[in-house]
């Protein structure tokens, strides 16, 4: 840690001062020897665990063949078989085409450049306690302030945030979109607006979902006026929410769909799937990266893919979402353990708050940073986050056996009574 501090910059944070060494599946070895239970997933990115052999071995057979072309130079089949197969997986009906990019940041950045090219408008509507990359168009789109955009420069012009509806917010569905007509009011005309981006279960806001009401509301806001619906995936997509896509809980579809994390189980890959007509907006060359696409982490996905199927990762979502309900739900009945809120979240997508009074709604956010620390003190990994930052995330892979998620709700429970 002296050498990272001289070294690396200030501004990159740290969840704790362990250094990994080696990981297999849902556990995490530092370079002392200690082993932890992972209950953060590199931020929900293992979904199928640490080294799954099956992507383990796609990324190896892809290493003997070459390792990087630049898609933009040289094509190449990995990329396009990946392509196929998401624009046949995610929940938007008709032609449907993909571009892959590096991170979750370019991802969303690049849904709105498509958007853009598409209407011709340049505005954006986003939510608060939105959390949709660091880069410039991201960060600005994210709907917190700190850290993500503290001292670090005015925001990007024509972007909007709506209050999201949480009770924790004391806002309902019908106040948020009366707020959007508001701005369309006040500050700018819908016909310059090129995208409403929202994510179906805010990650780093707290893992609220949107309500339903609140995403038929969105669609037909965006029928009426041409505006584009972003559905930021990132977090939630690859069984997460006990769905592929956590769009498929909604009985109405998005234009565009921001993926990364999960989709190529550790290595470094996000996309944009969507309408075929928006997506081929943009002209040749507007689109790409150096990297973007890169072919090892196409062979991963199509490897994480073919996981899913033959592990039934999506049924094994719900069970341990069950299983962690079952477990958390009790603690909270605890008079011995700190005071914590409702659980919530779609299948193994699970958070709950950390309160000041039993009853009460208060957030203790010292408290959160206390459950943290002792839980990678007894050996378990894990994230906390919530625009109070009062809130713990769960993100075990859904790889994970039965007898290491008790052994990590275990070590929970002893956190939650420091």
Same mark, same amino acid.
């Given at each position: 840690?002296?050498?990272?501090?001289?070294?690396?910059?200030?501004?990159?944070?740290?969840?704790?001062?362990?250094?990994?060494?080696?990981?297999?599946?849902?556990?995490?070895?530092?370079?002392?020897?200690?082993?932890?239970?992972?209950?953060?997933?590199?931020?929900?990115?293992?979904?199928?665990?640490?080294?799954?052999?099956?992507?383990?071995?796609?990324?190896?057979?892809?290493?003997?063949?070459?390792?990087?072309?630049?898609?933009?130079?040289?094509?190449?089949?990995?990329?396009?078989?990946?392509?196929?197969?998401?624009?046949?997986? =995610?929940? &938007?009906?008709?032609? %449907?085409? @993909?571009? !892959?990019?590096? *991170? $979750?940041?370019?991802?969303?950045?690049?849904?709105?450049?498509?958007?853009?090219?598409?209407?011709?408008?340049?505005?954006?509507?986003?939510?608060?306690?939105?959390?949709?990359?660091?880069?410039?168009?991201?960060?600005?789109?994210?709907?917190?302030?700190?850290?993500?955009?503290?001292?670090?420069?005015?925001?990007?012009?024509?972007?909007?945030?709506?209050?999201?509806?949480?009770?924790?917010?004391?806002?309902?569905?019908?106040?948020?979109?009366?707020?959007?007509?508001?701005?369309?009011?006040?500050?700018?005309?819908?016909?310059?607006?090129?995208?409403?981006?929202?994510?179906?279960?805010?990650?780093?806001?707290?893992?609220?979902?949107?309500?339903?009401?609140?995403?038929?509301?969105?669609?037909?806001?965006?029928?009426?006026?041409?505006? =584009?619906? &972003?559905?930021?995936? %990132?977090? @939630?997509? !690859?069984?997460? *929410? $006990?769905?592929?896509?956590?769009?498929?809980?909604?009985?109405?579809?998005?234009?565009?769909?921001?993926?990364?994390?999960?989709?190529?189980?550790?290595?470094?890959?996000?996309?944009?799937?969507?309408?075929?007509?928006?997506?081929?907006?943009?002209?040749?060359?507007?689109?790409?990266?150096?990297?973007?696409?890169?072919?090892?982490?196409?062979?991963?996905?199509?490897?994480?893919?073919?996981?899913?199927?033959?592990?039934?990762?999506?049924?094994?979502?719900?069970?341990?979402?069950?299983?962690?309900?079952?477990?958390?739900?009790?603690?909270?009945?605890?008079?011995?353990?700190?005071?914590?809120?409702?659980?919530?979240?779609?299948?193994?997508?699970?958070?709950?708050?950390?309160?000041?009074?039993?009853?009460?709604?208060?957030?203790?956010?010292?408290?959160?940073?206390?459950?943290?620390? @002792?839980?990678?003190?007894?050996?378990?990994?894990?994230?906390?986050?919530?625009?109070?930052?009062?809130?713990?995330?769960?993100?075990?892979?859904?790889?994970?056996?039965?007898?290491?998620?008790?052994?990590?709700?275990?070590?929970?429970?002893?956190?939650?009574?420091?």
């Amino acid at each position: 840690m002296t050498r990272r501090n001289s070294a690396v910059v200030r501004g990159i944070g740290h969840v704790t001062p362990i250094f990994a060494d080696r990981a297999e599946n849902s556990e995490v070895w530092d370079v002392e020897g200690r082993r932890y239970v992972d209950f953060a997933g590199g931020i929900a990115v293992l979904n199928t665990g640490h080294r799954h052999p099956k992507i383990l071995d796609a990324v190896r057979g892809q290493l003997d063949r070459f390792t990087h072309t630049c898609f933009q130079v040289l094509p190449y089949e990995p990329y396009v078989e990946l392509a196929e197969r998401l624009n046949a997986l =995610v929940p &938007i009906s008709g032609a %449907v085409k @993909t571009a !892959f990019f590096t *991170t $979750g940041a370019e991802a969303t950045e690049n849904a709105v450049k498509i958007a853009r090219a598409a209407t011709g408008r340049a505005g954006v509507v986003a939510f608060t306690g939105s959390f949709h990359g660091r880069t410039i168009v991201a960060s600005a789109m994210t709907g917190k302030v700190v850290p993500y955009k503290k001292g670090l420069g005015p925001a990007v012009a024509d972007i909007w945030h709506v209050p999201f509806p949480t009770d924790a917010n004391d806002v309902t569905t019908a106040e948020s979109l009366r707020y959007l007509d508001f701005i369309f009011k006040a500050d700018i005309d819908p016909s310059r607006v090129a995208a409403i981006i929202v994510e179906p279960v805010q990650g780093e806001g707290g893992f609220h979902q949107v309500p339903g009401d609140l995403m038929r509301g969105l669609r037909a806001v965006c029928d009426a006026h041409g505006i =584009v619906l &972003i559905a930021d995936e %990132v977090q @939630t997509g !690859f069984g997460r *929410t $006990g769905k592929m896509f956590a769009m498929e809980h909604y009985d109405v579809q998005p234009d565009l769909m921001c993926l990364a994390k999960s989709l190529a189980g550790g290595m470094p890959l996000s996309g944009v799937v969507g309408r075929a007509a928006i997506m081929d907006t943009a002209d040749p060359g507007g689109l790409g990266g150096t990297y973007a696409g890169s072919p090892l982490a196409c062979a991963a996905a199509l490897a994480v893919l073919d996981v899913f199927e033959e592990e039934n990762l999506l049924e094994r979502a719900v069970a341990i979402g069950e299983r962690i309900r079952n477990a958390v739900g009790r603690m909270a009945r605890s008079n011995h353990l700190l005071p914590i809120s409702e659980l919530r979240g779609p299948g193994a997508m699970v958070a709950f708050d950390i309160l000041k009074n039993r009853g009460s709604t208060e957030p203790d956010a010292e408290a959160t940073k206390r459950v943290t620390r @002792t839980a990678h003190e007894n050996g378990l990994i894990l994230l906390s986050c919530g625009t109070n930052a009062n809130t713990i995330r769960l993100l075990c892979p859904l790889t994970i056996s039965d007898e290491v998620l008790d052994e990590g709700l275990g070590i929970l429970e002893i956190a939650l009574a420091a």
